[in-house]
Every structure is written in structure tokens, then in C-alpha cells.
């Protein structure tokens, strides 16, 4: 059977320790070197690089989110023996791991990192189709020749550089579509590397639960629940045109994925629809303040996401969530698209003031729709708004300072509320 090591990236038969240089991780599958569509996930990508420049935090139980009202957006492994998992809510997952060193994120280091193993996937294939900063799909067919090598060993390869160069793991899962690329990525976590081939695939899906299907959330469940549908072999037992009777578009898509297939590309071209950051609050507050603070800060958070994805957005979001869970939700179109962190700021903060009064808050979140290429963004200044035009200059120069000597190097006054 074929088979690699993934410390050495020899290409190995039966062995069960690498002849070459001992290790005993090795993947063997029978279609090891004939498959060419990957998934590749990071694991707990922001804690994972928190542990990496902290070694102090290496064995220790490490969650990234907001306060105890907030939720966690991370939670590293040794946290996740414990109960704890992404967007839980932050009380919940310290009752569970109480000696937790809680982290709030720093979303421009993690998205530097994301560039750089975007840059070596791009060494590999230019079909990438990235989900996420930590997360993405890929298509290696045909590569072979141009490497030297199947796209398995050119995976592990990627992997091995993940962790040496910068010090962050991922696992990966390789099979013949993207469904099963996703669901092999899973499978083995963290530092795995599984396969599912075309041959096993009726096999390994017939008693796997539905869940596996991506995009199933509870109100999905239930429906497939009422339906007697909570396995693949459930689903197998239904007629397509039953199916789409039932759940409209979503059956056809059930349909297929119950027999393995997924004609989906990967899309190096998939566009992001929007860039939006939010925070819940450890107390309600409708402190004018308080809330310009994290406006703000969101504003900056959001900013700072769109520069990084060189683009720009026509379209400010503003979402508020009072006591009582009922939300408020504001947007105003731009004359002109805009990557700006005072532009964000100014226009939510002009939202704000439409419904500010409407308190107390326990979430509120700024966002940028619409999104265009950084080049179309930021072309004219504002005639209603002469200094404009020197608060972009002042912040494309505070940006090269925080790209030299950190994101904390400057801040605005209004952060520190």
C-alpha cells in the first residue's frame, strides 16, 4: 500500500516506522497518490500562534474571546479536553476550565500569519480557495509534474513548512471533491493528514451521521429529524425528486452528497461579501463612552481585515443588541468605497447617534459590505470634510508604524475608553 512519511517525506510501502528516519507518522491509503483535491485547517489557529509567542503558554489551558459575557472564538487543545469550544459562551467554558488564561485576539498578527501560509500554498497551486484566515481548499491537479511530486507529499510538505517556518500547525484532508476533502480534514486532528478515496466512499459515509454535511445547524437537523433522516443511509433511501419535494434546493444537494458527490470547483475567485467585527459586553451599558470606544476599536479591527485583503467597502454596518436580545441593525451607502478606519468610524458613529439612545447594549458590531478592490476605494477626499484627506495621510502613516513596531506602537485616545 502506498504510503509517506510526513517528518521526512519519504515515500515509504508497508513499513510501519519510516526506514529513513524513524517516525511512526506515515499515511497509507491505497489512492494516497492519485487524489488532487485538499482541505487544509489550521489548528486553533489563534491560539496556536498565542502559544508560539508565548512559550510560556505552552501546556497551558489557552481561549481566545472577550469577557465572561462574550464568547469564544478559539479554544486550544489542551482547553478542549476539558468541554471548552468555539462560540460557547465565555462563562460557560471558564466553569468548565476555570484555571483558563483567557486571550482577547490580535487579528493583524493572525492575519500576517494567514498571508504567509497563503503564500506558500500559492508555491504549490494558484487554485486556492481560502474559507477563512486559517482555513482553505485546494486543487493540486496536474501539479505532479511542475513539482516533482504528487500533490500527497507536496501537502505534507506544506505542513512540515507550516511548522518549522512558522510555527503553527494544520491538518489536511485529501480526497476526490471538496465534501470529502472537508470531512477528511477533520478526521484526525490535530497534525492529521487523511485520505478518503473514491473506492471506500459509499463505505465510509453509509452510517456516518448527517451532521457531517457542512452547513447542518440545528434547524436543519431538526427538519432532517422530523423526516427520520439522521444518517447517510437514511438519505440513501429517498428519491431525489422526494427529497427536493421536501426540502427544496437543499434536497438535490442531499441527494448527491449521500452517494459522495460534489461537482463544486475549487474557486480561486469566490468573492468575501462583507468584513465585520463585534463584542459582547461583560455588562449591559448604554454609556455614549464607552460604546464610541469600541466603535472605535471595531472600526480599526475591520480596517485593518479589509487592508489586509487589499479591498475596500461601499456599504457601513451597524448592529446593536439590546438587554432583551432584540437587535438593531443601521447601513448607509458610501459615495465613496472606503478601507479607512476613521471613515468607519465616523460613518458608524453617525449611525449610532440615530438610535443610541435606545439602550442599555450587550453586543454591538461595526461591519463593511459591498466590497470592491482597494484600488477603486479612497479615490476623492470630502468637500463637506476638508481635513479628510490629511486623516487618511496620518493613518496610512500610523499603519506603516504598527507594521514596523507593532500594533500597539500607536493608539488613538478614544481606544483607551
Not at 47 to 62: H, I
Not at 134 to 153: I, N, Q, Y
Not at 189 to 207: H, N, Y
Not at 363 to 372: E, K
Request: some cysteine.
Amino acid at each position: 500500500m502506498p504510503a509517506l512519511c510526513r517528518d521526512c517525506l519519504t515515500a515509504l510501502t508497508t513499513e510501519r516506522r519510516c526506514s529513513s528516519c524513524a517516525s511512526f507518522r506515515i499515511v497509507r491509503h491505497e489512492e494516497l497518490f492519485d487524489l488532487s483535491i485538499a482541505h487544509m485547517d489550521c489548528d486553533a489557529f489563534y491560539a496556536s500562534v498565542e502559544k508560539r509567542d508565548n512559550p510560556e503558554l505552552a501546556d497551558k489551558p489557552v481561549v481566545i474571546g472577550g469577557g465572561r459575557r462574550g464568547v469564544v472564538s478559539t479554544a486550544c487543545y489542551v482547553a478542549r479536553i476539558r468541554g471548552v469550544r468555539s462560540a460557547m459562551p465565555m462563562f460557560q467554558a471558564l466553569k468548565l476550565c476555570p484555571d483558563a488564561v483567557v486571550i482577547k485576539p490580535r487579528m493583524s498578527v493572525y492575519v500576517e500569519v494567514s498571508r504567509e501560509i497563503r503564500k506558500m500554498m500559492n508555491d504549490m497551486t494558484p487554485d486556492i480557495e481560502p474559507l477563512s484566515l486559517d482555513e482553505a481548499f485546494m486543487d493540486l491537479s496536474g501539479t505532479a509534474k511542475l513539482h516533482g511530486a504528487p500533490p500527497a507529499v507536496m501537502l505534507a510538505r506544506l505542513t512540515k513548512r507550516m511548522k518549522d517556518e512558522l510555527g503553527v500547525t494544520g491538518s489536511i484532508g485529501l480526497s476526490h471533491n471538496k465534501f470529502l476533502a472537508k470531512v477528511a480534514s477533520d478526521l484526525d486532528k490535530p497534525r492529521g493528514f487523511s485520505v478518503i478515496g473514491e473506492a471506500e466512499t459509499d463505505d465510509f459515509l453509509r452510517d456516518k451521521s448527517v451532521r457531517l454535511i457542512w452547513g447542518i445547524g440545528p434547524a436543519a437537523q431538526e427538519s432532517l429529524d422530523r423526516a427520520g433522516i439522521r444518517t447517510f443511509k437514511d438519505l440513501l433511501r429517498w428519491e431525489q425528486q422526494d427529497l427536493t419535494a421536501r426540502f427544496g434546493s437543499m434536497g438535490y444537494r442531499l441527494w448527491s452528497l449521500a452517494r459522495g458527490q460534489d461537482r463544486r470547483r475549487v474557486s480561486a475567485h469566490t468573492p468575501i461579501k462583507s468584513i465585520s467585527n463585534e463584542t459582547t459586553f461583560f455588562e449591559d451599558t448604554g454609556s455614549t463612552n464607552i460604546l464610541d470606544g469600541h466603535i472605535w476599536r471595531m472600526a480599526e479591527k475591520v480596517s485593518d481585515r479589509a487592508k489586509a485583503k487589499d479591498m475596500a467597502g461601499r456599504v457601513v454596518t451597524l448592529k446593536l443588541k439590546r438587554a432583551n436580545h432584540s437587535l438593531i441593525s443601521r447601513r448607509i451607502s458610501l459615495r465613496d468605497p472606503t478601507q479607512m478606519a476613521d471613515t468607519l468610524y465616523r460613518t458608524a458613529r453617525n449611525l449610532f447617534d440615530q438610535v443610541g439612545d435606545q439602550g442599555p447594549y450587550r453586543l454591538i458590531g461595526v461591519g463593511l459590505a459591498d466590497l470592491i478592490s482597494a484600488e477603486q476605494g479612497d479615490l476623492s477626499g470630502d468637500l463637506l470634510d476638508p481635513q479628510a484627506v490629511q486623516r487618511t495621510k496620518a493613518e496610512r502613516a500610523t499603519d506603516a508604524i504598527r507594521k514596523r513596531f507593532g500594533s500597539d506602537a500607536i493608539l488613538k485616545g478614544r481606544a483607551m475608553r
